[in-house]
C-alpha cells in the first residue's frame, strides 16, 4: 500500500479540488501521510497565478527530492496545466498531471509509468467532470459547479490554465445538494472559477440555478465570486425573499479607477460597482461584501491609485482583498509598457490593507448587539476552550459554551462585544 503527501495551492477551486484528489486516493487503497520524509508520492496541486507561484511550485517539488530522494513527485494544477512537458526537463519533476485529469487520479498512478505527461488540450474540455467531494468531517459541504473562463482579462492566466466555461447541469447540483443535506451538512457553498458564468453553455441563466436551489433540503447556501454586472434586479430580488441564502457577498472589482478597470479588459464602471454594492446594503441586513483589489497594474500612475483609494473609502465594501501586481507571463499585460516598481506596487497593497482593516473594524462594530443565526463549526477554539462559529453574514464568533454537542446545529445568538480581534456571542 503506496502513501502519499497532497499540498494545494492557491484558489478555492483548487483547495476543494485537492480534497477530491485525497478522497479519490484513499477509497483506492492508497493512504496520507504527514510529512513527506514518510510519503512514496509527493502530489503538488499547483496555482500559476503569477510568476511567483510557478516559482513556489518548483522550490516546493525541488524541497521535497531533498527531504525524500526516493519520492515520486507528481506536480497537477494550473502550473502543470500551461507548462505540460516543460516540466519533465527537471529532474525533480517525475510526473506532470492536468487539471481534468487531477480528479480521476488513481487511474493515472495504475498506468504505464513510461508516460510522464497526462494533459490534454484544456480549451478542447467541453463538458464539466462530475466529481464529487464525499468528505463529512466538516460543517460546511463545498459544491463545484462550474470550471473555466470565458473572460480575457489582461492580467489573467487562468482561462488558459482552465479552459472554457463548463456547467454542471441543475440536476446534478440539486442532487448533490440533498445528499449533502442527507449526511447532515447544513450549508453549502457554491464555488467554481467563475460561477457567474454557470449555465451560459448549456441554455440556462445562473437565476435558474438559484430557483432550483430553494426547492433542496438544504438549510443555508453561500457563493462564491460574483462579476458586479452578473447581479441583475431578478437575481437580487430571489436572494432577498430566500430563507436559505447567507447575505454574504464577493464583488470582483480589480480596481476602482475606470482608466485601470478598461486596461485590464473589465467590462464596468466604478460607479456601477458602487451602486451596486450601495444596492446590496440597502436590501439585506448587515451583508459582508467583500472585494479584491490589484495594485500597481501597468500603467497604474499615482493619480489612478489615488482615485481607487477615493472610491474604495466611499464604498460600502466590508473587506477588501488585496495584493500587488504581479506580471505573469503569458497574458497581455506582461507586454504593457510602463510597468510600475515592485516597491511600489507593496506599498500601495499596504495603504489599501489598512482602508480594509478600518471598514471590516466597523462592519463587526456595527453587529454588536445583533442576533444572528449560526452553525457551530469546530468543537472548541484552542486557547479559550469555547465553541466557534460562522454567521450567516460570514462573521466568526466565539460562543459562551464548551458543549460538543452543539458541534454542526444551528442556533441563535446575541454577538456582544469585539476585543482582542475576536468577535464574542452569546447563545440565546
Known sequence: MKSFYIHSMGCKSNQFEGSIIKENLEKNGL?????????D????????????SDNEALYLLRNAKHKNPNIINLLTGCAAQIEKEKLLEYDFVDLVVGNDEKLDL????????????????????SEFNKTVLEDTTKTRASLKIQDGCDNRCSYCIIPFARGKSRSADIDFITEQI??????GFKEVVLTGIHIGQWGKDIGYKFIDLIKEIENTDIKRYRLGSLNPLEIDEELLENL??????????????????????KSMNRFYKVEDYLKQIEKINKIFNLPF?????ITGFAGETQEDFDITVTNLKRSGLTQI???????????????????????????RAEIVKKISSEKLNKFINNNIGTTQEII????????????????????TVLLNSDNNDLKNTIQNIKIIKYENNKIYGEII
Not at 178 to 183: K, L
Not at 240 to 259: G, M, N, T, V, Y
Open 321 to 347: 482583498h488585496t495584493f500587488p501586481y504581479s506580471v505573469r507571463k503569458g497574458t497581455a499585460g506582461a507586454n504593457f509598457e510602463n510597468q510600475i516598481p515592485e516597491s511600489i506596487r507593496q506599498e
Open 106 to 125: 488513481y487511474k493515472i498512478l495504475n498506468q504505464d509509468q513510461t508516460v510522464k505527461c497526462f494533459a490534454k488540450d484544456i480549451m478542447n474540455v
Open 289 to 293: 461584501i467583500g472585494s479584491d483589489i
Open 240 to 261: 432577498r425573499i430566500s430563507e436559505k441564502f447567507c447575505p454574504h457577498f464577493h464583488l470582483s472589482l480589480q480596481s476602482a479607477c475606470d482608466k485601470t478597470l
Open 178 to 183: 440533498n445528499r449533502f443535506a442527507n449526511h
Open 31 to 39: 493512504f496520507e501521510v504527514n510529512k513527506i520524509e514518510d510519503a
Open 41 to 52: 508520492i509527493y502530489i503538488l496541486n499547483s496555482c500559476s497565478v503569477t510568476h511567483k
Open 376 to 395: 457551530v463549526e469546530k468543537s472548541s477554539d484552542k486557547k479559550s476552550n469555547l465553541l466557534k462559529g460562522i454567521t450567516r453574514n460570514y462573521l
